[in-house]
């Protein structure tokens, strides 16, 4: 499920930023590409192949231990083989904690530091 393999991207993409690069500027962005990132190897299962060679490679790339360079992506598919809603539902779970702690970490959410939350003005 692309929604697992993206949930699991985004979330160590944010811990990555949060702890190595908390001021970042477009954190957000970052993340985003994080989790495509992790959904790179089953790129050839949703795009269009002239050739079905090219297929059949990329498909023994999906399979092989380098595609856990995109965040783990073989792993997850090793265990997680039926591409249950529930693992998915989990790795959000942990998309959004990761996320609440890189905020609070950063200082964001107005509580790390003890100060309040500036509010945002709008026009």
Known sequence: MGVAHFALGAALTTL???????ETR???TIVAVGGGWAMVPDAY???PLP??????HLAAFHA??????????????RL??????????ALLACFVAATLLSEW???RSGLASGREATPVESD
């Open 26 to 28: 477009y954190p957000r």
């Open 45 to 47: 299962k949703v795009l």
């Open 105 to 107: 970490r950063s200082g």
């Open 80 to 89: 997680d083989p039926t591409n249950s809603g529930r693992v998915a539902a």
């Open 51 to 56: 050739l079905p060679v090219a297929e059949e």
């Open 64 to 77: 092989s231990p380098l595609a856990d360079v995109f965040w783990l992506h073989r792993t997850l598919d």
């Open 16 to 22: 990555v930023v949060a702890a190595s690069r908390p």
